[in-house]
């Protein structure tokens, strides 16, 4: 059984509201931000949504590093929904089933079509966890502005760090 109730609101809009109170503080996790890195195993359509996501999140200041699951995830699913729209695309989504005659029993649908919608309802969930619709932006409070250090920048300070 699901968990009972609307979602809690983070403390830290709590405290931008005003209404924060001490008695309910949840201490919970703060990720710090950053840019995951596209892992290798996604397929070619999975890896073009991440390059296509990943700026686009990063510009919304929603993008942590331990979202990198999640964002795969996503892509996956959007791989898979793409296949199975271009498929039904190209072979319309009903396909006739024919007796020995030749006559025309019946007409069934394709699972691609089932399979695209259940792809689509995962991934309308997934859009929303990450504020990718209107509705979902207005409810989401974006991480603060903060400087992404890069791999070259990382390197730099841990050999500074080391000399002093």
């Not at 999640?70 to 791989?79: K, P």
Request: aromatic content about 6%.
């Amino acid at each position: 059984m699901g968990q009972r109730g609307p979602k809690p609101t983070p403390t830290a809009i709590l405290k931008l509201r005003g209404t924060a109170r001490a008695d309910r503080t949840r201490n919970e996790p703060t990720p710090g931000p950053g840019v995951p890195r596209c892992p290798s195993w996604l397929d070619e359509q999975a890896k073009n949504a991440w390059r296509q996501l990943v700026p686009e999140l990063v510009a919304m200041r929603v993008l942590a590093l331990v979202d990198r699951n999640a964002l795969a995830r996503y892509c996956v699913l959007w791989s898979r929904w793409n296949t199975a729209e271009v498929f039904l695309q190209k072979h319309g989504s009903v396909y006739t089933l024919k007796d020995d005659q030749g006559a025309v029993r019946c007409v069934q649908q394709f699972p691609q079509v089932a399979i695209a919608h259940r792809l689509a309802l995962a991934l309308s969930r997934l859009e929303a966890e990450f504020g990718l619709t209107p509705s979902a932006r207005a409810r989401i409070q974006a991480l603060p502005e903060a400087h992404i250090n890069t791999p070259e920048e990382e390197e730099f300070e841990r050999f500074m760090s080391m000399g002093a």
